[in-house]
Protein backbone atom coordinates (compact mmCIF):
# COMPACT_ATOMS: atom_id res chain seq x y z
CA UNK A 1 0.00 0.00 0.00
CA UNK A 2 1.34 3.54 -1.09
CA UNK A 3 2.21 5.32 2.28
CA UNK A 4 1.14 8.84 2.10
CA UNK A 5 3.15 11.23 4.50
CA UNK A 6 1.05 13.17 7.31
CA UNK A 7 1.76 16.21 6.31
CA UNK A 8 1.83 16.25 2.76
CA UNK A 9 -0.56 16.99 -0.05
CA UNK A 10 -1.55 14.14 -2.29
CA UNK A 11 -3.55 14.54 -5.94
CA UNK A 12 -6.36 12.53 -5.81
CA UNK A 13 -7.41 11.15 -8.85
CA UNK A 14 -11.22 9.92 -9.74
CA UNK A 15 -14.05 9.51 -11.73
CA UNK A 16 -17.39 11.99 -10.89
CA UNK A 17 -20.30 12.18 -11.94
CA UNK A 18 -18.66 9.94 -15.37
CA UNK A 19 -15.50 12.75 -15.37
CA UNK A 20 -11.80 12.37 -14.61
CA UNK A 21 -11.42 14.96 -11.64
CA UNK A 22 -8.30 15.80 -9.66
CA UNK A 23 -7.29 18.00 -7.05
CA UNK A 24 -4.32 17.97 -3.48
CA UNK A 25 -5.86 17.52 -0.42
CA UNK A 26 -4.07 16.21 2.55
CA UNK A 27 -4.07 12.30 3.36
CA UNK A 28 -6.60 13.34 6.44
CA UNK A 29 -9.44 15.65 4.08
CA UNK A 30 -12.89 13.60 4.21
CA UNK A 31 -14.20 12.84 0.96
CA UNK A 32 -17.40 15.20 2.37
CA UNK A 33 -14.99 17.82 2.43
CA UNK A 34 -12.88 16.64 -0.82
CA UNK A 35 -15.56 16.84 -3.06
CA UNK A 36 -17.32 19.93 -1.70
CA UNK A 37 -14.07 22.04 -0.85
CA UNK A 38 -11.98 21.21 -4.00
CA UNK A 39 -14.31 19.69 -6.86
CA UNK A 40 -17.11 21.89 -6.24
CA UNK A 41 -19.99 19.05 -5.95
CA UNK A 42 -21.80 21.22 -3.45
CA UNK A 43 -24.94 19.00 -3.37
CA UNK A 44 -23.12 16.99 -1.19
CA UNK A 45 -23.98 17.76 2.46
CA UNK A 46 -22.70 17.36 5.86
CA UNK A 47 -24.49 16.95 8.88
CA UNK A 48 -23.29 14.99 11.43
CA UNK A 49 -19.81 14.17 10.39
CA UNK A 50 -20.03 10.86 12.18
CA UNK A 51 -21.88 8.62 9.27
CA UNK A 52 -25.26 8.76 11.57
CA UNK A 53 -27.90 11.39 9.23
CA UNK A 54 -26.87 10.10 5.67
CA UNK A 55 -27.01 13.75 4.48
CA UNK A 56 -23.64 13.18 2.94
CA UNK A 57 -23.84 9.69 0.99
CA UNK A 58 -22.42 9.16 -1.98
CA UNK A 59 -21.61 6.30 -4.09
CA UNK A 60 -18.35 4.84 -4.66
CA UNK A 61 -18.06 2.50 -7.43
CA UNK A 62 -21.63 1.80 -7.21
CA UNK A 63 -22.17 1.48 -3.75
CA UNK A 64 -23.61 4.22 -1.56
CA UNK A 65 -21.60 4.91 1.15
CA UNK A 66 -20.89 7.98 3.66
CA UNK A 67 -18.39 10.31 2.26
CA UNK A 68 -18.08 12.02 5.74
CA UNK A 69 -16.47 8.17 6.69
CA UNK A 70 -14.20 8.28 4.40
CA UNK A 71 -11.02 9.77 3.56
CA UNK A 72 -10.72 11.51 0.25
CA UNK A 73 -7.27 9.45 -0.08
CA UNK A 74 -9.22 5.85 -0.15
CA UNK A 75 -11.03 7.04 -2.96
CA UNK A 76 -8.07 7.19 -5.70
CA UNK A 77 -9.24 5.54 -9.15
CA UNK A 78 -12.83 4.90 -8.04
CA UNK A 79 -16.03 6.10 -9.54
CA UNK A 80 -17.69 8.57 -7.46
CA UNK A 81 -21.18 9.85 -8.23
CA UNK A 82 -23.10 12.41 -5.92
CA UNK A 83 -26.59 14.00 -6.72
CA UNK A 84 -25.38 16.29 -9.54
CA UNK A 85 -24.62 13.21 -11.48
CA UNK A 86 -28.50 11.69 -11.27
CA UNK A 87 -29.70 13.72 -14.43
CA UNK A 88 -27.72 16.01 -16.80
CA UNK A 89 -26.95 19.65 -15.37
CA UNK A 90 -29.69 21.00 -18.38
CA UNK A 91 -31.33 17.73 -18.44
CA UNK A 92 -34.82 16.52 -17.33
CA UNK A 93 -34.47 15.05 -13.39
CA UNK A 94 -34.23 11.33 -13.22
CA UNK A 95 -37.11 9.42 -12.61
CA UNK A 96 -36.14 9.01 -8.90
CA UNK A 97 -36.24 12.54 -8.82
CA UNK A 98 -39.47 13.23 -10.20
CA UNK A 99 -41.19 11.11 -7.95
CA UNK A 100 -39.64 12.95 -5.32
CA UNK A 101 -41.26 15.89 -6.15
CA UNK A 102 -44.34 14.47 -7.24
CA UNK A 103 -44.82 13.41 -3.87
CA UNK A 104 -43.75 16.24 -1.82
CA UNK A 105 -40.75 14.03 -0.54
CA UNK A 106 -38.32 16.74 0.26
CA UNK A 107 -39.15 20.10 2.64
CA UNK A 108 -35.71 21.85 3.72
CA UNK A 109 -33.95 19.57 1.20
CA UNK A 110 -30.73 18.97 3.66
CA UNK A 111 -30.84 15.26 3.26
CA UNK A 112 -32.52 15.02 0.12
CA UNK A 113 -29.17 14.57 -1.45
CA UNK A 114 -27.92 11.44 0.37
CA UNK A 115 -31.67 9.68 0.59
CA UNK A 116 -31.43 9.66 -3.35
CA UNK A 117 -28.43 8.58 -3.70
CA UNK A 118 -28.86 5.66 -1.15
CA UNK A 119 -32.58 5.14 -3.28
CA UNK A 120 -30.79 5.17 -6.27
CA UNK A 121 -28.43 2.27 -5.29
CA UNK A 122 -31.15 0.47 -3.44
CA UNK A 123 -33.17 0.30 -6.70
CA UNK A 124 -30.49 -0.69 -9.39
CA UNK A 125 -30.32 -4.00 -6.54
CA UNK A 126 -34.19 -4.06 -5.38
CA UNK A 127 -36.64 -3.58 -8.43
CA UNK A 128 -39.28 -4.75 -6.38
CA UNK A 129 -39.23 -3.60 -2.40
CA UNK A 130 -41.83 -3.62 -0.19
CA UNK A 131 -42.93 -0.60 1.94
CA UNK A 132 -41.20 -2.06 5.01
CA UNK A 133 -38.28 -3.04 3.08
CA UNK A 134 -37.66 0.37 2.02
CA UNK A 135 -38.35 1.99 5.46
CA UNK A 136 -35.97 -0.44 6.60
CA UNK A 137 -33.63 0.95 3.92
CA UNK A 138 -34.31 4.60 4.82
CA UNK A 139 -33.74 4.40 8.50
CA UNK A 140 -29.47 4.99 7.81
CA UNK A 141 -30.78 8.52 7.04
CA UNK A 142 -32.60 11.22 9.41
CA UNK A 143 -34.79 13.81 8.43
CA UNK A 144 -36.58 16.32 10.58
CA UNK A 145 -39.57 17.45 8.03
CA UNK A 146 -41.44 14.68 5.61
CA UNK A 147 -42.01 12.35 8.23
CA UNK A 148 -40.65 9.94 5.68
CA UNK A 149 -43.95 8.91 3.93
CA UNK A 150 -43.55 10.76 1.15
CA UNK A 151 -40.50 9.36 0.36
CA UNK A 152 -41.42 5.83 0.70
CA UNK A 153 -44.54 6.38 -1.72
CA UNK A 154 -41.46 8.28 -4.17
CA UNK A 155 -39.53 5.22 -4.01
CA UNK A 156 -42.40 2.23 -4.25
CA UNK A 157 -43.52 5.00 -7.35
CA UNK A 158 -40.30 4.79 -8.77
CA UNK A 159 -39.90 1.00 -8.41
CA UNK A 160 -43.49 0.22 -10.19
CA UNK A 161 -42.89 2.88 -13.27
CA UNK A 162 -39.43 0.92 -13.46
CA UNK A 163 -40.48 -2.55 -13.41
CA UNK A 164 -43.70 -1.66 -15.86
CA UNK A 165 -41.15 0.48 -18.39
CA UNK A 166 -39.23 -3.05 -18.33
CA UNK A 167 -41.96 -5.24 -18.92
CA UNK A 168 -43.00 -2.84 -21.82
CA UNK A 169 -39.35 -2.99 -23.27
CA UNK A 170 -39.82 -5.90 -26.63
CA UNK A 171 -37.91 -8.66 -26.42
CA UNK A 172 -34.77 -9.53 -28.44
CA UNK A 173 -35.26 -11.10 -31.91
CA UNK A 174 -34.04 -14.66 -32.01
CA UNK A 175 -32.34 -16.02 -35.00
Known amino acids: MKQIGRDSLHTVRLQLNGTARSAPCTPRMLL ?34 RSCMTLAVQAEGRHVATVEGLCDADGPLSDLQEAFKRHHALQCGFCTAGILMSCDDYLRRRSDPSEAEVRDM ?30 AQPLPMEN
Do not use: K, M, N, W
Open 138 to 167: LSGHLCRCTGYTPIVQAVLETAALRRTAAG
Open 32 to 65: SDFLRERLGATGTHVGCEHGVCGACTVQIDGVAG
